[in-house]
């Protein structure tokens, strides 16, 4: 990915109602209702011609999963973070852009607008390189749908990836919401997959076994998404400093 079309997508939320003062006696003041939030999954393209599958939860943080270029069932990286919101424009402070085609972790910021349960669009900024690039998607309502272990039970086969490289992998989760799974190098790991409150979307854990693993004897925490349509998993998980993270996308039959 070149330096002046990096990747992103990226986005915030978590709107929090303001009251309205009022005006004598012991009458309630009325309140101002909360602004719409932008918390959705999102499918698009960046401006460079990436695909990209965003989740936004109800607390404001996100991950936005972006492909190679003209090849969207390779994973080239994360947009991560947090933001506010007010009114339809929200904008990201400490995103991280978790590149895996030779870039690294870069820092960013966030401007967008949003449409809630429509649309998102916007820039992703790189200070540190003076770059910058666009992104869009559109809303997809099976972020409405009740998060299921029963309907993500089952072995995924697809791309696992850090900033040591990407690698076939399996994953299998069974309907309590374990998971185990291991990668072409050798690395093995298990984890935990558990149905958020808010959402289509798991909060998930997952440590790793001795080296080859890059990560290893260590746990990261971060998300699932399980699109039920097209049986494909996403995960997404950091670690603690966000300085790397571990992806990955696959499917099963």
């Not at 559109?138 to 086969?157: D, H, K, R, V």
């Not at 900033?163 to 998971?179: K, P």
């Not at 890059?214 to 997404?236: E, P, V, W």
């Amino acid at each position: 990915m070149s330096n002046s079309k990096l990747v992103a997508s990226s986005l915030l939320m978590l709107v929090l109602a303001t009251g309205c003062g009022g005006s004598g006696g012991d009458s309630a003041p009325p309140s101002t209702p909360p602004a719409p939030a932008a918390e959705g999954l999102y499918n698009g393209t960046t401006g460079d011609g990436r695909s990209t599958t965003g989740i936004v939860l109800d607390d404001g943080t996100y991950y936005f999963l972006y492909s190679f270029v003209g090849n969207p069932n390779l994973i080239a990286g994360v947009v991560q973070g947090d933001g506010t919101s007010t009114g339809a424009t929200f904008t990201s402070n400490n995103a991280v852009d978790f590149n895996l085609q030779g870039l690294g972790v870069m820092p960013a910021t966030v401007s967008a607008t949003y449409h809630p349960k429509q649309s998102i669009s916007g820039t992703v900024s790189y200070p540190t390189k003076g770059a910058f690039n666009t992104f869009g998607g559109t809303y997809n309502p099976l972020y409405e749908a009740t998060p299921s272990l029963t309907a993500l039970a089952g072995t995924f086969t697809g791309q696992a990836a850090t900033s040591a490289g990407v690698e076939t992998a399996t994953v299998t989760i069974q309907s309590s919401g374990s998971l185990s799974g291991t990668g072409s190098s050798g690395c093995n790991f298990t984890g935990t997959a558990t149905p958020r409150a808010h959402g289509n979307v798991f909060n998930v854990s997952i440590s790793f076994g001795a080296a080859p693993c890059l990560f290893a004897n260590q746990t990261l925490s971060g998300i699932a998404f399980f699109d039920a349509n097209a049986k494909r998993l996403y995960t997404a998980t950091p670690n603690e400093t966000r300085t790397d993270g571990a992806l990955f996308v696959g499917t099963k039959p």
